[in-house]
């Protein structure tokens, strides 16, 4: 199974275990809360990815340190993570299920990448074309990538519109390098 079917299958048990007990906010937090731990403590991370330490005995520090805190659900679903060792993987698992949270509440999230910040201005248009486009309520995931070089590459939706000066560029580059191929032949 690959890391992405991995975790959509966890993402997955998550949700469907959030439904049977109506939890679905208790364990969208509580994943965010077991994946600030593991990110914030050295320690707690390294033994959760030290191969010589049994799984049952991660999953047993898994449920010591967040059994009170945490409802059952992701202490269950992760304890299984740690245990198989997807540790790794967690912070993309809470990815996944606040992508089903958000698909379940009629929002979609689009992922949209800019050379610099966007205005709030901008940011306001953006939100209502999209919504426009989707007929969804639209939740931005904003990410700086001065690589770009400016534009903007939008992931919503499944599909990718890509009006990044970096892409335009490369585009004129192959044009120009395929009409110089033809004019030598």
Do not use: C, W
């Not at 330490?53 to 449920?63: A, D, F, S, W, Y």
């Not at 689009?110 to 209502?128: G, I, K, W």
């Not at 690589?147 to 990044?164: H, Q, T």
């Amino acid at each position: 199974m690959s890391a992405s079917e991995t975790v959509s299958t966890y993402a997955r048990a998550l949700y469907d275990l959030a439904t049977v007990s109506d939890a679905f906010d208790a364990v969208d937090e509580g994943l965010k809360a077991v994946v600030r731990a593991v990110r914030g403590n050295v320690d707690l991370r390294e033994a959760f990815l030290d191969t010589s330490v049994p799984g049952e005995k991660k999953r047993e520090i898994m449920r010591a340190i967040f059994g009170d805190a945490v409802v059952p659900e992701v202490v269950a679903v992760a304890g299984l993570m740690v245990e198989r060792g997807h540790t790794d993987l967690l912070g993309q698992v809470a990815s996944e299920y606040g992508r089903l949270l958000e698909e379940k509440r009629g929002v979609v999230v689009a992922e949209v990448t800019t050379a610099v910040p966007l205005s709030d201005a901008l940011r306001a248009r953006l939100v209502e074309k999209l919504a426009a486009a989707t007929g969804r309520t639209v939740s931005l995931q904003e990410r700086v990538d001065p690589s770009i070089l400016g534009g903007i590459v939008i992931k919503v939706a499944g599909r990718v519109l890509d009006g990044s000066v970096n892409t335009q560029l490369r585009e004129l580059r192959q044009a120009l390098s395929t009409a110089r191929q033809g004019g030598d032949a």
